[in-house]
């Protein structure tokens, strides 16, 4: 029996992120993100898969609300679309994308659902991108910053979390070092740490923001946090583990909490000649948002296991985007990832380890004692649909262990204010179209067709139902 400690108000969410579910991309005024663009090249996407319907959120959002609600969902977490409010990314509001938003919203909170809003979850504009490469260049951060203030003054009272940017570090490196997103740039180091410092005082200035225009809202940015183990007990195993956690997570995490580089990061960028050109101002900027954040968002999904890497020209995979292929492309020599021979993987081939979010919530709370929002959590598979069910048991087995490691981390002393499950329907997988679903509820649609689009609950919605409705004691 599991010492269940949940707080009474402990926040059983459920998530999307706008571009996957929303569809609508040219309707009512939205203008195009770099997600429209890029998807539409032929090549840039798996089988060719894109947003431009997705699961139909945008028109379907009451059905969907209603369905958390019947779920027992304490909030939503979801994310705005930045064109869809400001089309040409700063300047003129389309009001009909605002009041979209506006009405779903209230839709949530109607059925006391906390809305739990993203800002930035990786669809920029493509009218920043087109004007001046957008978070390559400095003024990609005043357009973010009046974006997030025409939001956070819109919905003040409504909204009491706010998530800046989802995935920093995922989105930086799939759009700079491993082309896989937009813009598809790859080995860009130098423009990698670039957008990342753009990045970083864009979420500072936001949070800034926030707290003169609504005290009362909380605020932070969401990280994939992936814990890592060392290969083995060799001491330079344990320092390819270091390595790894200064460049992969740390970089991040130190920077929105402590507000400065670790620096391990700054003495790599001397020694790779990456030269970042911070402005007079950014160091306090950083700091001062730092004292500022609210919690620390997690996206949790495996653990990595690093070993030393001696050669300096080791390859690093990474997945084709078209054929799904896996390719090589060459990295430092400061860690290599190894296959973790203790756990099992999901049908893509990524670790599963409960016990890594246990890890990841003692990390966090261990270097930063900040609150902790678990803003995803999930399982993507290939589900069956047969006489309207979904017996994806492997799913709540999934989500029992990682909730059950959840309580056990805040019995060890993490504050942990909430768990999202990723996802509430299924989606558009940015690298692996439709067939890879995570949703409690299915959606009736193929990688290249709508099909019905109807929605189905899985057995997993049932079982999160209970779990939500004993506050964690039925598990
Ligand atoms: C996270 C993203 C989500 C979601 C999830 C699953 O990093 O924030 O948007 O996509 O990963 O990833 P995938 O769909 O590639 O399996």
Redesign the pocket.
């Known amino acids: 029996m599991i010492n269940n400690k949940l707080p009474l108000n402990f926040i059983w969410g459920s ?3 706008a571009y ?1 579910v929303e569809g609508a991309y040219e309707r009512d005024g939205k203008g195009l993100s770099v997600w429209d663009t890029f998807s539409h090249i032929p090549g840039n996407t798996f089988r060719g898969t894109n947003g431009d319907i997705a699961v139909d959120h945008y028109h379907r959002y009451k059905e969907d609300v209603s369905l958390m609600a019947e779920l027992g969902l304490k909030a939503y977490c979801f994310s705005i679309s930045w064109p869809r409010v400001f089309p040409e990314g700063s300047g003129a509001v389309n009001e009909q994308g605002a009041a979209f938003y506006e009405a779903l919203i209230d839709e949530c909170i109607k059925y006391k659902i906390e809305p739990i809003v993203t800002l930035y ?2 669809d920029l504009p493509q009218a920043l991108q087109t004007a001046y490469g957008g978070w390559e260049d400095r003024r990609c951060i005043d357009a973010y910053l009046e974006y997030a203030k025409y939001l956070f003054t819109r919905f003040k009272g409504k909204v009491k979390y706010w998530i800046t940017i ?2 920093q570090n ?2 930086t490196s799939q759009g700079w070092l491993t082309a896989l997103h937009p813009p598809g740039k790859l080995n860009e180091e130098q423009l990698f740490f670039q957008v990342n410092h753009h990045m970083y005082i864009a979420h500072a200035k936001a949070v800034q923001a926030l707290k003169k225009i609504d005290g009362q809202a909380q605020i932070g940015a ?1 990280f ?1 946090y992936t814990p890592s183990y060392a290969f083995d007990c060799a001491p330079e195993n344990a320092m390819a583990k270091m390595n790894y956690d200064e460049l992969h997570n740390f970089l991040w995490t130190d920077v929105y909490i402590y507000g400065r580089y670790p620096k391990f990061v700054l003495k790599y960028l001397e020694k790779r000649q990456v030269v970042l050109d911070i402005a007079p101002g950014d160091q306090a900027i950083l700091l001062d948002a730092a004292q500022k954040v609210d919690f620390m968002g997690i ?1 949790y ?1 495996s653990t990595r296991v690093c070993e030393e890497n001696p050669i300096e020209q080791e390859k690093k995979m990474y997945r084709e985007r078209e054929t799904g292929d896996i390719k090589a492309r060459p990295m430092s020599c400061y860690y290599k990832n190894a296959k973790n021979p203790y756990l099992e993987v999901t049908d ?1 081939d ?1 670790s599963i380890d409960a016990s890594g979010l246990r890890l990841a919530c003692r990390e966090i709370t261990s270097r930063y004692q900040l609150p902790i929002l678990i ?2 959590n ?1 399982l ?1 598979t290939f589900d069956y649909l047969e006489n309207g069910e979904v017996h994806d048991t492997y799913r709540i087995e999934y989500l029992r262990s990682h909730i059950k490691e959840l309580m056990l981390a805040i019995d060890e002393g993490c504050d942990i204010i909430g768990y999202c499950v ?2 509430f329907t299924d ?6 179209g439709y067939q ?1 679903r ?1 949703g409690l509820v299915y959606v009736d649609r193929a990688d290249q067709s709508e099909l019905t689009l109807q929605r189905y609950k899985k057995d997993s919605f049932y079982w999160y139902k209970k779990v939500i409705a004993s506050n964690g004691d039925v598990i």
């Open positions: 998530g999307s992120s996957q979850h990786w989802n995935g995922f989105i969401s994939s996206n999904y893509w990524s803003t995803e999930g993507g990723w996802s989606m558009l997988s940015w690298l692996n890879k995570y």
